[in-house]
């Protein structure tokens, strides 16, 4: 393994996502990325399978994005959003109103998706706060979720494998439905959603809002659900008077093979998180729209306005890029090419069901995930290196191998992907 001066400074003194500076974790140094392919440091290349986690869907170096951020940057790279707006956050305002369900007409432009989160469960408590239901402060969710690392996102994260136990007591508490469990409308057994609904109608007095992400939980273990969950909460908000904030910032922008997840339940959300692909991977920004009811309604009380402002709100560099990642999208077969990639995994991975190391094989659009029966945690201090070696960029957590490739990725690199997995798999087995 390559071990020069940067990487030894880096170990030494960087801090990598969810990581010990005592025991730092295997890195590979990276220094320059095209298509899908991430060089590093000793020349090598590798296909990139995670799209740096969910986000460079039009793959790295594209020229228009290139093209976009560089003309930007002549203009104007950031100029503050108190008293001032500018071209780039307002065509991207009018893009996202336009590709969006039609009652979702606000935007509120945040630097990441747990801002976004954080934006929205505000958006929620306040409009609640503003109608005189003071006592509307909790939120509802589901079990296996994940919306962010900050403090509000983290309270709706699961409980037990959010990563965030430690600090159940500063949290907020809130209220957890089981997570859904059927993946087929065809399959749906009225179950599914029967404790959601006892919660919901015991606690709708003190509930602000329900929190999901729609379609695929994520980083909760990759777990796929049926329209027909969304359809029954979305009824059962509408019921109660409850709030619904759909979490979009895993699945938006295609990843699940409609532009938006929730457009498969053919339902609107009161409030909805973008973030990750938003900028095609280049920069952070995330936004929280809602609808006019919820805008109007955290307004009515005189005061009535919403308590967030953050120093680089709507950065136009980055509000730039994402309208022209949009326009990339758009103007390609990314439906088509989401299918093939589809297809593809589906035909290459789930042959792997029958490997004694692993418990299920799921693909929902350009999203795989191989589940072994044991976590692989204990093995990151040789499988990262090994993985890399086997010319890929696939980075495993608790019992997931997973992919989500950027949607540009032709047929042989894909399939150097799904060999490499079944070669993890392999190499785990040998223990
Ligand atoms: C990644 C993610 C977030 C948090 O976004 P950050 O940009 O990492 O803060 C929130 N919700 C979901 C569903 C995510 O996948």
């Not at 894909?414 to 190499?427: D, F, M, P, S, Y």
């Amino acid at each position: 393994m390559e071990q020069n001066e940067n990487l030894i400074f880096d170990a030494k003194h960087i801090w990598h996502p969810y990581s010990s500076m005592e025991n730092p974790p295997v890195i590979h140094e990276i220094i320059a990325a095209e298509g899908v392919r991430l060089t590093l440091a000793d020349g090598r290349t590798i296909i990139d399978g995670m799209s740096s986690w969910w986000s460079a869907i039009h793959g790295y170096n594209h020229p228009r994005l290139n093209q976009a951020a560089k003309q930007q940057i002549d203009q104007i790279s950031h100029v503050m959003f108190g008293g001032l707006t500018h071209p780039p956050a307002i065509d991207l305002a009018r893009k996202l109103i336009d590709i969006t369900a039609a009652p979702l007409q606000k935007v509120f432009f945040t630097d990441s998706g747990s801002i976004a989160v954080e934006v929205a469960i505000k958006m929620a408590i306040q409009y609640c706060f503003a109608q005189g239901q003071t006592k509307k402060q909790r939120l509802l969710t589901v079990y296996n979720g994940y919306h962010g690392d900050t403090f509000g996102a983290m309270a709706v994260c699961d409980p037990i494998n959010g990563m965030h136990s430690m600090f159940e007591s500063v949290l907020p508490k809130h209220l957890f439905a089981p997570a859904p469990t059927c993946i087929n409308d065809e399959d749906w057994q009225d179950s599914d959603i029967s404790e959601f609904r006892q919660l919901i109608s015991e606690h709708h007095h003190e509930l602000a809002a329900v929190i999901l992400e729609p379609i695929v939980q994520n980083t909760g273990g990759i777990r796929f659900y049926c329209p027909e969950y969304l359809r029954q909460v979305r009824a059962l908000c509408n019921e109660y008077d409850v709030l619904l904030i759909l979490d979009e910032i895993a699945t938006n922008f295609g990843r699940t093979g409609t532009l938006f997840a929730y457009e498969q339940a053919d339902i609107c959300p009161d409030i909805l998180c973008l973030g990750k692909a938003l900028t095609g991977g280049y920069m952070t920004l995330a936004a929280t729209m809602c609808t006019d009811k919820v805008a109007q309604g955290i307004a009515a009380d005189g005061s009535g306005v919403l308590m967030h402002g953050p120093t680089f709100m709507a950065n136009p560099l980055a509000c730039r890029v994402a309208s022209e990642s949009i326009d990339v999208l758009l103007e390609s077969d990314w439906q088509q090419n989401v299918k093939i990639i589809e297809q593809q995994l589906t035909a290459e991975l789930m042959p792997y069901k029958a490997h004694v190391m692993v418990k299920d094989v799921r693909v929902k659009g350009a999203i795989a995930v191989v589940e072994l029966h044991k976590p692989i945690d204990d093995q990151m201090d040789w499988l990262p290196t090994f993985i890399v070696d086997q010319g890929v960029w696939i980075r495993p957590f608790r019992n997931l191998v997973y992919i989500m490739p950027p949607f540009i990725i032709n047929e042989g690199d894909l399939r150097q992907l799904t060999v490499a997995i079944g070669n993890i798999i392999e190499k785990l087995s040998e223990g």
